[in-house]
């Protein structure tokens, strides 16, 4: 059983940084792909980036501007976001597959409980 949990959200002003955790529990080694996706009111739970063993990738609009990584050690994958825009508002969820990278959220069968990011301009 896998179980996601994500720490870190908060509210930070446009041009800031926050870093997202997703701590894993159970089986999610390198043949996971690990997401972050995220949502805003009103709208879809879009792709925000992923990785799976060395490979990493991310959506058009936040690439150069987000990282994500992960610790083996802590079984935790972070995302790093900086230049922060008012657009990036949303609940960001962490989010595991057993295989390739996909970029739907319905590819995903394990999903954390969200986190709230909050850019004010």
């Known amino acids: 059983q896998v179980q996601l949990v994500e720490s870190g959200g908060g509210s930070v002003q446009a041009g800031g940084s926050l870093r997202l955790s997703c701590a894993a529990s159970g089986r999610t080694d390198n043949r996971y792909a690990m997401a972050w996706f995220r949502q805003a009111p009103g709208k879809e739970r879009d792709f925000v980036a992923a990785?799976?063993?060395?490979?990493?990738y991310y959506a058009d609009s936040v690439k150069g501007r987000f990282t994500i990584s992960r610790d083996n050690a802590k079984n935790t994958v972070y995302l790093q976001m900086n230049s922060l825009k008012p657009e990036d508002t949303a609940v960001y969820y962490c989010?595991?597959?057993?295989?390739?990278?996909?970029?739907?959220?319905?590819?995903?069968?394990?999903w954390g409980q969200g986190t709230q990011v909050t850019v004010s301009s």
């Open positions: 989010a595991a597959r057993f295989g390739v990278v996909l970029t739907t959220r319905y590819d995903y069968e394990h």
């Open positions: 990785l799976r063993w060395t490979a990493t």
